[in-house]
């Protein structure tokens, strides 16, 4: 049995980086947790393409042509609060659904790190706080993503 377990070497790869500017605070430390991973990791800043979009709801067409840039990986990230309504729902639905289609017909990992969060407590401690940086574990799952495929379709 051949078995592949594909490591956090980012050498040589090159990543697309859609961002949400709703909530832009939040969604901030996530890129600058996922960018820093991705530069100790061994990615290059010319590697590194990030492109801001108005909200989250956004992110799966500029995630739909930043894989088009032929790209190793796209990592999508945003975040949606809950208000008084399930609106905060539907957009983050709308976007897990949509940067889910994206990786499908492109064939390009797409990494989905838009937080659906209850209230900012919880944004907050995904960001950076207590429960750590998810934008640092995005990164770390792309990088495998973009290793994986690799080997996959050489």
Known sequence: ?????????????????????????????????????????????????????????????A???MAARDVDAVLAFG?????????FRLVADAANDGLLRVMLDS???VLNGVLAAYDAAQ????????VGNRGAEIALAAVQMARLRAEATA
């Open 123 to 130: 944004a907050e401690a995904r960001c950076g706080g207590a």
């Open 63 to 65: 995630a739909r042509w």
């Open 1 to 61: 049995m051949r078995e592949i377990r594909p490591g956090h070497d980012a050498t040589g790869l090159t990543f697309g980086i859609v961002a949400a500017r709703f909530n832009e605070t939040y969604v901030t430390r996530l890129v600058r947790g996922a960018v820093d991973v991705l530069r100790a990791r061994g990615a290059a800043d010319d590697a590194l393409t990030l492109h801001w979009v108005p909200g989250s709801y956004e992110l799966p067409l």
């Open 107 to 109: 064939g390009v990992p």
């Open 79 to 87: 975040v949606v609060i809950r208000g008084e309504t399930e609106h």
